[in-house]
């Protein structure tokens, strides 16, 4: 109420992810605990992915982990209800703002060490580094500008999409 956005320091700059291990721990214990299941998301839930998403956006989203591809649809749903004049191409952000941590290969227990310890290995860099990763990769599969922009955490809704993966 009144306050910075998530991930906004008094500054103007973003809190390090490190900071935000401890400043926002309960975001983390709750995102740690849905990430235990490896059920996949409900099938209604899939086809209302599926109906945001282009062919090439599909196959992105589909290679995501059952536990990215659920949290990924949570968020996408909060931000619709944030943002109900949300575009096609805004929603299909919201669902594959995590894609990129598809190239990394981690793990729930991997992630876990990676947000504790930072970017001290190519992998738990690439977990760090998963917004521009996601965004090239969601370029080069033809999503829309406006979609690569959101992944890359750009543009005019960019703050609403953060409030609602934090939710």
Known sequence: MGGLPDGASEGGGIVSKPLHV???PHHLVARFV??????????????WADSHLVRGE???????SNQDRRHSIKVARRFVEALPTATRAEIAGALLHDVGKIECELGTWGRVAATVV????????SYYD???IGAELA???GSDPT????IDQRGPVALVLKSCDRA
């Open 139 to 141: 370029e080069a599969s």
């Open 118 to 125: 930072g970017p001290l290995t190519e992998r738990f860099a």
């Open 34 to 47: 849905t990430s235990l299941s490896g059920r996949p998301p409900p099938v209604e839930d899939e086809v």
């Open 22 to 24: 401890l400043t926002s």
């Open 147 to 150: 979609t690569v922009e959101l």
């Open 130 to 132: 998963h917004e521009r």
């Open 58 to 64: 599909l196959g992105l989203w589909r290679r995501m």
